[in-house]
C-alpha cells in the first residue's frame, strides 16, 4: 500500500525472490545439533517404552512415536532421507528425555511434556468479567489511517477513471454489453477491485497435508498485482497459528484418525441423503447422543454445515411476531438465519449488558411495533467467543437478566466449545453455570474437534421439533460416517470413558455432566487407545491451549502491543490499524526463517480502522512456538510502529516475556484490566 | 446614561461575551476554507433569510443523525409510548413469552419416529434398525452406487492420512486445500465450463448462489415449483421475482415479454435478469427443456441460474447431467448449480461457470466465504467419484435401465399420479384426487386443461391453485402407511419429507423413489412389486 510507512514497496518483498528477503537472517532457533542425534534420542525412548510393560500414561504402545512416523505419508519428516530442520519446524527444540514417549508427529502437534506450561481454563468465581475495552492508538496513528483509506479511495477512482478512458478492455466485466447487466456493478465491487485486490496475497493461499501445528504452504507468486497467482511449485512449511484448531484434533495420525480409518471401512463415506429421506444411520444416533451428554443438554441435533446450523435452525425456531435481539458483533450465519426467518431484530451494544437491558425493558414494554401487541418470543442470540474481537459473553449477567425478563437464550459456541472451561465444554463450562440453564446451546465441530459441521443442543422436546421442522432435516445431506467418527472419538477423548461397569454398579453406567461418558455409549468398534480413553491426553489439551491462549494474549500485552479480547480466549487479535501494514505484517512473518502464516482481517470484517491480525492458538502449539510467535511480533512491532499499547517503561523486553511465561499466564485478568 | 450602565456589575460579563465571539470569529477565520463558507452562508442569506434557518436546522439534523447510535430505541417514532420505570417492571412481569417450541403432535412423533434408520453402511441394501433386516433401498440418494464403492474408500483413507478430517478453517484463511482445487477443476473439465467453486454443503449452495448475483432490483424468473432452497436463496437476494407456470417454458416467455413490456414502459434502467430454474425438479421430478430453456433466455438477454442437483451424475451417458442429455454445452448456462453428495456421493455442492462467476462468488457467495471448506477427504472422493463415472459408462446405463423397468411398472398403477419425467431416476408418487381427471397441482398437464388465461406472474400460486382438492394431512398419512407396508415387504422407501408451512406453496404430498444401479434389473423389479403392491393394498383399504 502506498502509506503508512516508509518501508520498501510491498513488491520488493514478494515471496518470487526468497534470497532477497531482508528479515529472513534475523534469527535462528536453537535446535537439535543434528537429525541422527535426534533420531537416536528417539529411537532409544521408544526401545524403552517398548520394553517396559506399562506404559507412562501419555503414551500408547501401539502409537509409539517411531512406529507413528514410519508409517507416516510423505509430508512428515523421517521419510525424506535428509530432515530438514532448518526453519526449526520439523524437530522438537529439545530431545525427548528416555521418559517421555510421543505418540503425535511433531509438526502436527508439538511435543511438551513440561507440565507448569498448562493452565485450567476457569472463570474465577466470585469477579465480575471485565468489560470490553477497545483500546484507542494514538491520534497520529488514527489520523494516518484514515488519509491511508482516503488516499487508497482517491487513487482507486482515478485509476478507473483513467482505466476506463484507456483500457476499456479491462472494465467489460462492470459495463452493461450485448443487453445485459453488468452482473458485478462498478460502484460494488470498488473495495473489491481498488483495496482488496492490493492484499490478495494475504488471503485464500492453498495449502497441502493437515493444518495442524505446522501447515505446508504451496507457493504462489504474482507478476500482475494478484490479479493472477502462479504456482512456483515449490512448499513452505510454516508455523500455522491460524486454523481453528483450538484441541489440536487436525491430525492425520493418531488414535482418533485410526478410528475414522475404521469408520470409513465400515461405513463407507457417505450415507445417501437427508436425515429424513434415509440418509440416518446408527453412527448419527449415536453421535447426537454423544454431544447431548458433552455439552450438558438432553439431545442434540448434527447438521452437515456449520454455517447452516445457524442459517436453518433459527428458521425454524422464530418467525414474524417474534423478536431476535442480536449482539451487533455476531456472525453472519446469524444474521442470515435471522433474515430467512422473517422475525423482527433489535442489536445492543456488542457485550454492553446495561445496553442490553434497557433495550430488554424497551421492547418488552412497548411490544410489537404499531400493534403493541406482546411479542409471541423473545430469543437473544449471542456467541460465547466472539471470533473477531476474542471477547468472552458476559454469561453470568445474561443469566440474571434472563431471570428477570423471561427471554429464551441462543448461545452460539462456534468457537467456545472445546476450547473454553476446565472440562473443554464452552462457555457455560468456563462460568460454571449449569448448560440446562441455557435455552439453546449451538456450535461447531470445524474448531476444537478437527471435523466439519455443527450441532444445536437443548430439551428433548424443541430437538425434535428442529427435526421435523428446521431445513436441514428434510432437505440438506445428513452429516458423512467420517466426519461423525472423528466427533465421536474426540469427544469422547476430551470426556474419557469410564471402563465397561460391573453388574453391581450398573447405576453408574448413566452419564453425569461432566464426568467421564460410559463406554456404552460408544459404538463397539471404536477402540481408542488408553491415553485416549483415560481422558488424560484431553485434559493435557485443554490445559495446553488454556496456557498458550494466556501466555500469548499477555505477553503481547507485555510487549506493547494493542489487542482486545479475553485473555482465556484462544482468538488473540493484534490491533494493526493502517491498511498497509496487514500485507508487510502478513509477508514479514512469512518470510522469516521460521516462516509463520498469520489470518489479517480488515473492513468489512472489523470497522474501517481497527484492521488486526488475528491469532489462533492451539494446543499442538509448544511454549517455545509462542516464544517464536512473540520474538517474531516483537521484532515486526518494531518496524512497523505497533507497540502503542502501553507506555515504554511498563514493557517487558522479549527474553523476560519469554522467561517468565508461566506468571503471565497465571495473571488474573479481574485484577489486571 | 451610559455610565450608569457602564457600573453595573454585568459590564465584565458582556465584555467577556464580545471578546469571546471575536476570538471564536478570529479562530474560525483562521481555518482554511472558512472565507469560503463566510461567502456562502453570507450570500445565501442575502438571498433568502429564511434559507439560512433551514440550513442551519438541516445541519442539526445531521449532527444529530450522526450521534445517534445504531443500536438506539426509536423513542421519537410516533408509536413509542413512555412508561415510568414501574410501569415498566409491571409490563415485564405480565408478559409471558410462548414456549420456545411446541411438543410434536402424535402424528408427527410418528413420523419421525418411523424415520429409516440404518445400521452399518448404507447401500442398494441396508440392514434397518427397526427391523433388523435387510431392505431393498429405495429411499436413499445412492444413484449411480458410489456410497460403498471399493476404490473411492481407498482414496478416502489415503486422504484421511494425508489431510485428517477437518480443513480447520474457511477457504479465504488457509481452508483452501488443494484437493480442493483439484475436485473443483475436475468439476470443471467434466462439464466443459471453465472454473468451478465448491460449497461445503450441498442444499446451502443454491442458496449462496443467488444472493451472490441477485441483489435488491435484480429481477429473477422462477419456476413455480422451484425448491425450497431456491426459494430460500430468492428471499435472501431480496430482488423482484416474478413466476411462470412449473416447466411451462409458454408460460415463461409470456412473463419475459411481459417484463420487457413493463422496462420499457417505465423507461427503467438496465438491471440483471435471471432465469432460476432446475434440471430435474426436487418436487416432482420432472425435467427442464434445456434447449428451449437456453433458446429463450439468449433470446431475452437473460443469465441462467440452473440447479442440477438432482441430474448432475444421474443422467447423461456419463452423468453429465441435462448438459449432455440435452447435447447443450455448459458454457450457456451462466451458473450451474449441482450437488457433490447427491451426484457424487460425496458431500457438499458446486457452482460452475465462467472464471468471473466463480471468482465472484469467492468474495461474495456466504456460504462459501464465512463457512469452514469441506473436509479433504470428501473433496477426494468426489474427484474419484467423477474418474469412475468418465470411465463406465455402464453404471448409468444400469441405472437408466433400472428407470425404466420402475417406470414400466408404476406407470401402469390406478389411482396414482407419476409427475417424473420417464428418464428422472427421482420417481414421484403423487395420489389421484377422487374424481378430479386432472393429475397433480405441478404437473403442466394441468395447465393444458385450464383456460388460458394466464397466471399472475406477481404470485406463486398458478391460476388453477383454486381448483387444488387435495388434503395434505391425509395424503401424508396415506403415503405413511405405503411406506411402512413397503418396509414390512421389506422395501424401504420414503416420502418427501418437507418443512411444512414453510415452503412459499404447499406441496403436493408425495412418495419419493430414487433408482440406484446398485441393484440389478431384477431387484428393482421386485422392490418397485413390492411398492405397486402396497400401494394397490393401502388405496383398496382406503376406499372401503
Known amino acids: 500500500m502506498p502509506t503508512g510507512s516508509s518501508l520498501p514497496s510491498p513488491m520488493a518483498l514478494s515471496r518470487s525472490s526468497p534470497s532477497s528477503s531482508m528479515f529472513k537472517k534475523q534469527q535462528s532457533t536453537p535446535q537439535m545439533s543434528s537429525a541422527a542425534s535426534y533420531l537416536s534420542a528417539l529411537s532409544q525412548a521408544d526401545a524403552r517404552a517398548r520394553g517396559s510393560r506399562s506404559p507412562t500414561p501419555t503414551a500408547t504402545p501401539a502409537l509409539s512415536f517411531s512406529s507413528s512416523v514410519t508409517t507416516s505419508t510423505e509430508d512428515t519428516v523421517l521419510n525424506e532421507q535428509e530432515i530438514d530442520n532448518d526453519d526449526g519446524l520439523a524437530l522438537p527444540m529439545r530431545a525427548p528425555t528416555s521418559e517421555q514417549v510421543f505418540s503425535t508427529i511433531h509438526t502436527e502437534y508439538g511435543h511438551c511434556s513440561e507440565e507448569a506450561y498448562r493452565y485450567t481454563s476457569q472463570h474465577p468465581q466470585g469477579t465480575v468479567l471485565p468489560e470490553h475495552v477497545e483500546q484507542d492508538p494514538p491520534y497520529y496513528i488514527l489520523l494516518s489511517t484514515y488519509i491511508s483509506y482516503l488516499l487508497l479511495i482517491i487513487l482507486g477512482h482515478c485509476r478507473d477513471f483513467f482505466g476506463k478512458r484507456l483500457h476499456p478492455q479491462y472494465y467489460k466485466h462492470l459495463m452493461p454489453h450485448d443487453g445485459y447487466a453488468p452482473l458485478n456493478s462498478d460502484f460494488d465491487s470498488f473495495y473489491t477491485r481498488r483495496l482488496k485486490l492490493r492484499i490478495d496475497d494475504c488471503f485464500s493461499q492453498p495449502i497441502t497435508g493437515v493444518a495442524g501445528r505446522t501447515i505446508q504452504l504451496i507457493d504462489r507468486y504474482s507478476t500482475d498485482f494478484n490479479y493472477t497467482q502462479k504456482f512456483t511449485g515449490g512448499h513452505t512449511r510454516a508455523l500455522n497459528i491460524s486454523s481453528y484448531n483450538y484441541l489440536g484434533f487436525a491430525q492425520a495420525r493418531g488414535g482418533c484418525a485410526d478410528v ?121 442470540i449471542v456467541e460465547g467467543l466472539y471470533s473477531m474481537e476474542g471477547t468472552l459473553v458476559n454469561l453470568p449477567v445474561i443469566m440474571q437478566l434472563k431471570k428477570k425478563y423471561k427471554f429464551n437464550l441462543f448461545v452460539d459456541e462456534a468457537h467456545s466449545v472445546g476450547a473454553l472451561g476446565p472440562n473443554g465444554r464452552g ?66 477423548s476430551i470426556m474419557g470413558v469410564k471402563p465397561p461397569s460391573t453388574p453391581r454398579a450398573i447405576e453408574d453406567d448413566t452419564y453425569r455432566y461432566p464426568g467421564p461418558m460410559p463406554s456404552s455409549s460408544l459404538p463397539q468398534w471404536v477402540s481408542l487407545p488408553p491415553a485416549l480413553t483415560s481422558g488424560l491426553e484431553g485434559r493435557d489439551r485443554l490445559r495446553r491451549l488454556a496456557f498458550n491462549s494466556r501466555y500469548l494474549h499477555t505477553g503481547l500485552v507485555k510487549l506493547g502491543f494493542i489487542t482486545y479480547g479475553h485473555p482465556a480466549s484462544p482468538i488473540v487479535p493484534l490491533l494493526l490499524f493502517n491498511p498497509g501494514k496487514m500485507n508487510i505484517f502478513h509477508r514479514m512473518m512469512k518470510d522469516r526463517k521460521t516462516p509463520i502464516i498469520v489470518v489479517v482481517v480488515a473492513y468489512p470484517a472489523t470497522p474501517l480502522v481497527t484492521s488486526r491480525v488475528r491469532f489462533c492458538v492451539s494446543a499442538s502449539h509448544t511454549k517455545e512456538d509462542i516464544d517464536i510467535v512473540l520474538k517474531a511480533c516483537d521484532e515486526i512491532g518494531d518496524v512497523l510502529d505497533l507497540k502503542n499499547g502501553i507506555p515504554r517503561s511498563e514493557r517487558w523486553p522479549l527474553e523476560e516475556v519469554c522467561a517468565r511465561a508461566v506468571e503471565l499466564a497465571n495473571i488474573d485478568p479481574s485484577v489486571e484490566h | 446614561m451610559t455610565s450608569t450602565y457602564s457600573n453595573t456589575p454585568l459590564e465584565p460579563v458582556f465584555s467577556h461575551v464580545s471578546e469571546a465571539v471575536l476570538s471564536a470569529e478570529r479562530a474560525f477565520y483562521k481555518l482554511p476554507g472558512s472565507a469560503i463558507i463566510e461567502r456562502y452562508v453570507r450570500s445565501s442569506h442575502q438571498n433568502d433569510p429564511g434559507r439560512t434557518v433551514l440550513e442551519i436546522i438541516l445541519f442539526l439534523l445531521v449532527v444529530r ?119 473443483e477443476r475436475d468439476i470443471a473439465e467434466f462439464l466443459g465450463t471453465e472454473a468451478a467453486i465448491l460449497y461445503s454443503q450441498g442444499f446451502s449452495t443454491i442458496t449462496s448462489v443467488i444472493p451472490a448475483f441477485c441483489k435488491r432490483g435484480d429481477i429473477i424468473v422462477a419456476d413455480r415449483a ?120 460425496a458431500g457438499g455442492g458446486f457452482c460452475a461457470g465462467t472464471e468471473f462467476v466463480v471468482e465472484h462468488q469467492r468474495i461474495n457467495g456466504a456460504g462459501f466465504v464465512y463457512s469452514a471448506s469441506m473436509p479433504p477427504l470428501l473433496a477426494v472422493s468426489g474427484s474419484k467419484a467423477i474418474d469412475i463415472l468418465k470411465n463406465t459408462p455402464s453404471l448409468l446405463e444400469g441405472l437408466h435401465d433400472n428407470v425404466r423397468a420402475a417406470r414400466a411398472i408404476l406407470d401402469k398403477v390406478d389411482g396414482i399420479n407419476i409427475p ?106 421386485k422392490a418397485v412389486g413390492v411398492v405397486k403392491a402396497a400401494l394397490q393394498k393401502v388405496l383398496s383399504r382406503r376406499r372401503v
Open chain 1, 260 to 380: 475414522v480409518e475404521e469408520s470409513l471401512k465400515r461405513y463407507g463415506v457417505t450415507t445417501c441423503g437427508s436425515r429424513l429421506e434415509g440418509g440416518s444411520s446408527d453412527i448419527h444416533q449415536v453421535a447426537e447422543a454423544l454431544v447431548a451428554d458433552f455439552v450438558g443438554q438432553e439431545d442434540a441435533l448434527i447438521s452437515s454445515m456449520g454455517f447452516a446450523t445457524n442459517s436453518t435452525v433459527i428458521p425454524a425456531l422464530v418467525n414474524r411476531g417474534c423478536l431476535v435481539i442480536s449482539d451487533e458483533l455476531n456472525h453472519a450465519s446469524i444474521r442470515f438465519g435471522v433474515r430467512l426467518s422473517g422475525a423482527s431484530v433489535r442489536m445492543f451494544k456488542h457485550n454492553d449488558m446495561n445496553s442490553l437491558e434497557s433495550l430488554l425493558r424497551e421492547v418488552i414494554s412497548q411490544g410489537q411495533p404499531k400493534t403493541h401487541r406482546p411479542w409471541k418470543k423473545i430469543l437473544l
Open chain 1, 427 to 492: 462457555v457455560a463450562n468456563y462460568f460454571g453455570i449449569d448448560p440446562r440453564s441455557i435455552d439453546i446451546l449451538m456450535g461447531t465441530f470445524t474448531k476444537s474437534f478437527g471435523a466439519a459441521g455443527g450441532y444445536i443442543s437443548g430439551s428433548k422436546t424443541l430437538i425434535d421439533r428442529l427435526r421435523v421442522r428446521g431445513y436441514s432435516g428434510a432437505y440438506a445431506e445428513a452429516m458423512t460416517p467420517p466426519v461423525l467418527t472423528q466427533i465421536i472419538a474426540s469427544m469422547a
Open chain 2, 65 to 183: 443523525t450522526l450521534l445517534q447510535s445504531r443500536t438506539r430505541a426509536d423513542r421519537n417514532a410516533k408509536s413509542f409510548i413512555e412508561f415510568s420505570e414501574k410501569e415498566i417492571d409491571e409490563l415485564v412481569d405480565e408478559w409471558t413469552p410462548e414456549p420456545l417450541a411446541r411438543p410434536l403432535d402424535e402424528v408427527e412423533q410418528h413420523e419421525l419416529d418411523a424415520t429409516h434408520v440404518v445400521v452399518g453402511p448404507s447401500g442398494p441394501k441396508p440392514k434397518l434398525a427397526s427391523t433388523g433386516k435387510t431392505a431393498l433401498n429405495l429411499a436413499s440418494q445412492n444413484f449411480t452406487n458410489l456410497a460403498g464403492n471399493e476404490t473411492i474408500k481407498e482414496e478416502a483413507i489415503k486422504a484421511l492420512r494425508k489431510y485428517g478430517v477437518g480443513s480447520c478453517g474457511p477457504a479465504g484463511f488457509y481452508g483452501t486445500v488443494d484437493v480442493h482445487l483439484d475436485l
Open chain 2, 226 to 345: 422451484v425448491s425450497f432452497p431456491i426459494q430460500k436463496g430468492m428471499q435472501i437476494s431480496r430482488s423482484t421475482i416474478r413466476w411462470f407456470d412449473h416447466n411451462d417454458l409458454k408460460s415463461l416467455e409470456d412473463v419475459l415479454i411481459q417484463i420487457e413490456k413493463d422496462r420499457k414502459k417505465r423507461r427503467g434502467p438496465l438491471t440483471r435478469r435471471f432465469i432460476v430454474t432446475e434440471g430435474i425438479f426436487e418436487k416432482d421430478g420432472s425435467m427442464v427443456d434445456l434447449p428451449k430453456l437456453v433458446e429463450l433466455k439468449t433470446k431475452y438477454k437473460y443469465r441462467l441460474i440452473l440447479d442440477e442437483s438432482y441430474s448432475f451424475g444421474t443422467v447423461g451417458r456419463t452423468g453429465r447431467g441435462l448438459t449432455e442429455l440435452y447435447n447443450v454445452p455448459a458454457k450457456k448456462i451462466e451458473m450451474l448449480v449441482g450437488s457433490v453428495a447427491i451426484g457424487l456421493c
Open chain 2, 420 to 525: 417424473s419425467h420417464p428418464a428422472s431416476p427421482m420417481i414421484h408418487i403423487q395420489l389421484k384426487s377422487p374424481g378430479a381427471s386432472s393429475g397433480g397441482g405441478l404437473h403442466p398437464s394441468a395447465a393444458l386443461v385450464m383456460p388460458t388465461k394466464p397466471s399472475n406472474p406477481s404470485s406463486i400460486l398458478p391460476r388453477e391453485a383454486s381448483t387444488w382438492d387435495w388434503d395434505v394431512q391425509n395424503e401424508e398419512l396415506i403415503l405413511q402407511e405405503v411406506v411402512e407396508e413397503a418396509l414390512a415387504q421389506g422395501v424401504m422407501i420414503t416420502k418427501s419429507r418437507r418443512a411444512r408451512g414453510q415452503e412459499l406453496v404447499e406441496v403436493r404430498p408425495s412418495l419419493r423413489l430414487s433408482m440406484t444401479a446398485g441393484l440389478t434389473k431384477k431387484e428393482t423389479e
